[in-house]
Protein backbone atom coordinates (compact mmCIF):
# COMPACT_ATOMS: atom_id res chain seq x y z
CA UNK A 1 0.00 0.00 0.00
CA UNK A 2 1.26 3.36 -1.10
CA UNK A 3 1.77 6.14 1.28
CA UNK A 4 -0.46 9.29 0.28
CA UNK A 5 1.38 12.38 0.39
CA UNK A 6 -2.04 14.25 1.53
CA UNK A 7 -1.85 16.81 4.35
CA UNK A 8 -4.89 17.91 5.89
CA UNK A 9 -5.82 21.55 5.50
CA UNK A 10 -5.02 23.33 9.11
CA UNK A 11 -8.01 24.21 11.42
CA UNK A 12 -8.32 27.25 10.28
CA UNK A 13 -11.55 26.91 8.08
CA UNK A 14 -9.46 28.18 5.36
CA UNK A 15 -11.62 26.67 2.18
CA UNK A 16 -10.51 27.10 -2.03
CA UNK A 17 -13.71 27.89 -3.50
CA UNK A 18 -13.19 27.97 -7.36
CA UNK A 19 -15.37 31.38 -7.88
CA UNK A 20 -15.13 30.77 -11.79
CA UNK A 21 -16.80 27.23 -11.18
CA UNK A 22 -19.53 28.51 -8.94
CA UNK A 23 -20.30 31.10 -11.06
CA UNK A 24 -20.83 28.59 -13.80
CA UNK A 25 -23.12 26.05 -12.10
CA UNK A 26 -25.36 28.89 -10.51
CA UNK A 27 -25.49 30.91 -14.34
CA UNK A 28 -24.47 33.90 -12.71
CA UNK A 29 -27.33 34.44 -10.10
CA UNK A 30 -25.89 35.53 -6.82
CA UNK A 31 -28.99 33.85 -5.11
CA UNK A 32 -28.17 30.45 -6.14
CA UNK A 33 -24.73 30.89 -5.23
CA UNK A 34 -26.09 31.18 -2.01
CA UNK A 35 -28.10 28.58 -1.87
CA UNK A 36 -25.82 25.57 -3.79
CA UNK A 37 -23.04 26.70 -0.97
CA UNK A 38 -26.09 25.60 1.51
CA UNK A 39 -27.29 22.62 -0.01
CA UNK A 40 -23.71 21.67 0.28
CA UNK A 41 -23.34 22.33 4.03
CA UNK A 42 -26.44 20.18 4.22
CA UNK A 43 -24.86 17.58 2.44
CA UNK A 44 -21.39 17.92 4.77
CA UNK A 45 -23.72 17.54 7.89
CA UNK A 46 -25.21 14.69 6.17
CA UNK A 47 -22.24 12.97 5.56
CA UNK A 48 -20.48 13.69 8.32
CA UNK A 49 -22.42 12.19 11.19
CA UNK A 50 -22.79 9.21 9.07
CA UNK A 51 -18.61 9.23 8.50
CA UNK A 52 -18.07 9.39 12.33
CA UNK A 53 -20.85 6.55 13.10
CA UNK A 54 -19.46 4.13 10.12
CA UNK A 55 -15.94 4.60 10.93
CA UNK A 56 -16.16 3.89 14.43
CA UNK A 57 -17.30 0.38 13.70
CA UNK A 58 -14.65 -0.41 10.32
CA UNK A 59 -17.72 0.10 8.18
CA UNK A 60 -15.36 0.94 5.08
CA UNK A 61 -17.91 1.23 2.59
CA UNK A 62 -20.05 3.95 4.68
CA UNK A 63 -17.38 5.99 5.00
CA UNK A 64 -16.33 5.33 1.31
CA UNK A 65 -20.03 6.22 -0.34
CA UNK A 66 -20.21 9.02 2.21
CA UNK A 67 -16.67 10.41 1.17
CA UNK A 68 -17.86 9.73 -2.21
CA UNK A 69 -20.87 11.94 -2.37
CA UNK A 70 -18.59 14.83 -0.26
CA UNK A 71 -16.61 14.54 -2.84
CA UNK A 72 -19.16 14.95 -6.02
CA UNK A 73 -20.88 17.35 -4.32
CA UNK A 74 -17.66 19.93 -3.72
CA UNK A 75 -16.66 19.45 -7.06
CA UNK A 76 -19.76 20.70 -8.43
CA UNK A 77 -19.73 23.75 -6.79
CA UNK A 78 -16.23 24.24 -7.36
CA UNK A 79 -15.20 23.39 -3.42
CA UNK A 80 -11.67 21.89 -4.15
CA UNK A 81 -10.22 21.83 -0.94
CA UNK A 82 -13.23 20.03 0.39
CA UNK A 83 -12.71 17.48 -2.54
CA UNK A 84 -9.26 16.65 -1.86
CA UNK A 85 -10.33 16.12 1.59
CA UNK A 86 -13.24 13.55 0.96
CA UNK A 87 -11.13 11.88 -2.17
CA UNK A 88 -8.27 11.26 -0.02
CA UNK A 89 -10.74 9.91 2.84
CA UNK A 90 -12.46 7.76 0.01
CA UNK A 91 -9.64 6.09 -1.30
CA UNK A 92 -8.31 4.80 2.30
CA UNK A 93 -12.26 3.71 2.97
CA UNK A 94 -11.19 1.25 -0.28
CA UNK A 95 -8.50 0.49 1.26
CA UNK A 96 -9.76 -0.70 4.36
CA UNK A 97 -6.66 1.41 6.14
CA UNK A 98 -8.99 4.18 7.98
CA UNK A 99 -5.83 4.93 10.78
CA UNK A 100 -5.61 8.81 9.30
CA UNK A 101 -9.68 9.07 9.44
CA UNK A 102 -9.82 11.22 12.62
CA UNK A 103 -6.95 13.91 11.12
CA UNK A 104 -9.40 14.02 8.12
CA UNK A 105 -12.94 14.05 9.79
CA UNK A 106 -11.00 16.95 11.69
CA UNK A 107 -10.42 18.74 8.32
CA UNK A 108 -13.87 17.72 7.22
CA UNK A 109 -15.06 19.57 9.81
CA UNK A 110 -13.22 22.29 9.38
CA UNK A 111 -14.55 22.60 5.76
CA UNK A 112 -17.63 22.68 7.25
CA UNK A 113 -17.31 25.36 9.35
CA UNK A 114 -15.31 27.49 6.20
CA UNK A 115 -17.95 26.76 4.46
CA UNK A 116 -20.66 28.03 6.86
CA UNK A 117 -18.71 31.37 7.59
CA UNK A 118 -18.30 31.88 3.95
CA UNK A 119 -21.84 31.51 3.19
CA UNK A 120 -22.87 33.66 6.34
CA UNK A 121 -20.24 36.26 5.17
CA UNK A 122 -20.97 36.27 1.24
CA UNK A 123 -24.62 35.33 1.12
CA UNK A 124 -26.19 37.12 4.84
Do not use: W
Not at 18 to 31: A, F, I, K, N, P
Not at 72 to 87: F, K, M, Y
Not at 88 to 96: G, N, V
Amino acid sequence: MSESNFSPINSTNDIEIDLDRLEEVSLGEVELKGELLAALLKVICLNLEAIKQAEAVNDYSTVAGCAHQLKGAAANVGVSSLQAIATELERQAKAENLSNAADLLIALESQRLGVKSYLSHKFP
